[in-house]
C-alpha cells in the first residue's frame, strides 16, 4: 500500500542550510581534483615509490570508507550537526599537517586523519538534506544540488589547484580546506538544526574494526596481483579480507544495534543503484588518475594548463546532474541512467584508442562524455538509494552510499591504477647507452621524465618517447576495461529498476519484513 501522508515542505531555513551542507561537499570534490594534479610534483619534491604514491592517493578513500558507517552511527547518537563541526574542525588541522608533510610517509599519515575526519562529515551531509528535505521533489531537487557541488568543486579544483601549483609549492593544495572547514564552523550552528536519534543505538567497537580488517587486505592484495603477479600473500589478503567481511555482515544480523542494517540490502532499488555507483565511481577513480598524468606527462602542459583543460568535462557533470532530475519527472529514471551510462561508455572507448602523440582533443573529448554521462547516476543514483529506504534509516542508507561512491574511488585508484602501472613497466624500453637508475624509470612515467631531464638530447628523447608510449597504453586499457563495465552497468539498470523511487518499495524478495525504526528527534 502506498504512504499518502503529505510530508512537510522546506522553508527558507532549510535551504540556507543546504548552502551551508554544500561546504563540506565543495571540499572534499576540489580535495580529490587538486591531488591528482599535484602528483607529480609531490612525486619529484618526496620521491615516494610507486606503491606510496598509490597509498598518498588512496589511503583517504580507505579510510573514508572504512569510518563512514561507524560515523553514521556516531551522528546518530551524539548529533549530525554536532559530529559535523567536530569532523570540520579535524579536517582543517588534518590538511594543515598534509600541506607541511616533509616524506612519503608523514603525507600518508595526514592523508588517513583526514579520510577519518571526511567520514565524519559526508554521512551527516547527506543525512541532514534527507531530515531537512522530507517532501520528495524537494528533497530530490536539494540532492541534485547537493550532487551538483561536487561537480563544481571538481570544475574549480583542477583551475584553482593548477593557479597554485603555477605559483606555490605542492602543499598549498591542501591548505584550500582550512578557509572553508572556518564558515562551516560559524555558520553552521545558526543555520543548521540538530538531528539525533532518540533511541540511537551503541556503537559496535568490533564492528568497526571489522569493516577496517575487510577493506584494507583486500585492496592490499589485489594491488600486489596487478604489480607483482599471484603470490601467496597477495592471495592470502584477498582471501582473509573477504573472510572478515563475511564474518562482519554475519554480526551485524544478529546485534540488537548493528553498524549496518544488512537489511537495507533486501530491497532491489537499493542494492542495485548502490551497485551501479560502486562500479561506476571505481572507473572515475581510475580513469581521472590517467587523464591527469597525460595532460602533464604526456601532453606537457602546466598544472594550470591542464586544469583548464579538465574544465570541459567538469561543466558537463554539472549540466546534466542538474538536467538529470528534470528528465526524471518525464521518463523513467532508469532510462535517464542508463542513456547517461552509454554516453559515458563512448568516452571510454575514446580513451581507449587515444594515441601519444597528438592525442589532447581526443582524450579531452572522451574526458568529457564519461563525465557528462556519469552525471544523471550521481544525481538520480543518490536520491533513489536514500529515498527508497525508510525515513528512519536515512542515517544508514546516507552512510552506505557514501561508502560505495567512497570505496569505488579508492578502489579505482588500486586497481586500475595497478593495472595501468603493470601495462607501463610491461611496455616500456630503456634505451641503449642508459647509464641511470633504469628501475625507477620503469617503474613509473614521473620517474621516467624526472630522469630523461638529466640525459643528453637523443637519449632523452628516446626514453620519454617509450615511456609516453607505455602510459599511453596503461590508459588505453584502463579505457576499454571501463567502456565494457559502463555497458554492463546500463544493461544491470534497465533491467533491474523497474519503477520510479518509492520509500515504501518493498524488498527485493517480497518480503514484508519490518525493519526497526528509529524515532528521529529534530533539536531546533
Known sequence: MLNTTVEPRAGLREWLGLAILALPTLLLSIDVSVLHL????????????????????????????????????????????????????????????????????????????????????????????????????????????????????????????GLFLEFFWWGSVF????????????????????????????????????????????????????????????????????????????????????????????????????????????????????????????????????GLWLLPAAIALIITSMLAPVLAQRFRPASVVAVGLVVSAVGHFMLATVGSTDGLAQLVTGFALVYAGGGPLIALGTDMVVGSAPPEQAGSASAISETSTELGMALGVAVLGSIGTAVYRSQITVPDGFTGDATAAEETLTAAVSRAAQLPGDLASALLTSARDAFTGGLNTVGAISATVTVLLAVLVVAAVRDRASRDEQPADGSEEKMPAQTEGAVR
Do not use: C
Not at 600486489?224 to 544480523?253: H, N
Not at 530491497?267 to 587523464?291: H, K, Q
Open 38 to 161: 599535484a602528483v607529480p610534483h609531490i612525486g619529484e619534491d618526496l620521491s615516494p615509490s610507486a606503491s606510496q604514491m598509490l597509498w598518498i592517493i588512496d589511503i583517504y578513500g580507505f579510510m573514508i570508507a572504512g569510518f563512514l558507517v561507524a560515523m553514521g552511527t556516531l551522528g546518530d547518537r551524539i548529533g549530525r550537526r554536532r559530529l559535523l563541526l567536530i569532523g570540520a574542525a579535524a579536517f582543517g588541522v588534518a590538511s594543515v599537517f598534509a600541506a607541511y608533510a616533509t616524506d612519503p610517509v608523514a603525507l600518508i599519515a595526514a592523508r588517513a586523519a583526514l579520510g577519518v575526519a571526511g567520514a565524519t562529515l559526508m554521512p551527516s551531509t547527506l543525512a541532514l538534506i534527507s531530515n531537512m528535505f522530507r517532501d520528495p521533489q524537494q528533497r530530490g531537487l536539494a540532492i541534485a544540488v547537493w550532487v551538483t557541488m561536487f561537480s563544481v568543486g571538481i570544475a574549480l579544483g583542477p583551475v584553482v589547484g
Open 175 to 306: 591548505l584550500l580546506g582550512v578557509p572553508i572547514m572556518l564558515l562551516l564552523l560559524v555558520a553552521g550552528p545558526r543555520l543548521l538544526p540538530e538531528y539525533r536519534a532518540e533511541r540511537a543505538g551503541r556503537i559496535d567497537l568490533a564492528s568497526v574494526a571489522l569493516s577496517l580488517a575487510a577493506i584494507l587486505p583486500v585492496i592490499w592484495g589485489i594491488k600486489e596481483l596487478a604489480k607483482e603477479g599471484p603470490s601467496p600473500l597477495s592471495i592470502l589478503a584477498v582471501v582473509v579480507g573477504l573472510v572478515v567481511g563475511v564474518t562482519f555482515v554475519r554480526r551485524q544480523r544478529v546485534l540488537a544495534d548493528p553498524l549496518m542494517d544488512v537489511r537495507l540490502f533486501r530491497i532491489r532499488r537499493f542494492t542495485v543503484m548502490l551497485t551501479a555507483m560502486l562500479f561506476s565511481m571505481l572507473i572515475a577513480g581510475g580513469t581521472y588518475l590517467f587523464v591527469t598524468q597525460y595532460l602533464q606527462l604526456v601532453s606537457g602542459l602546466s598544472p594550470m594548463r591542464a
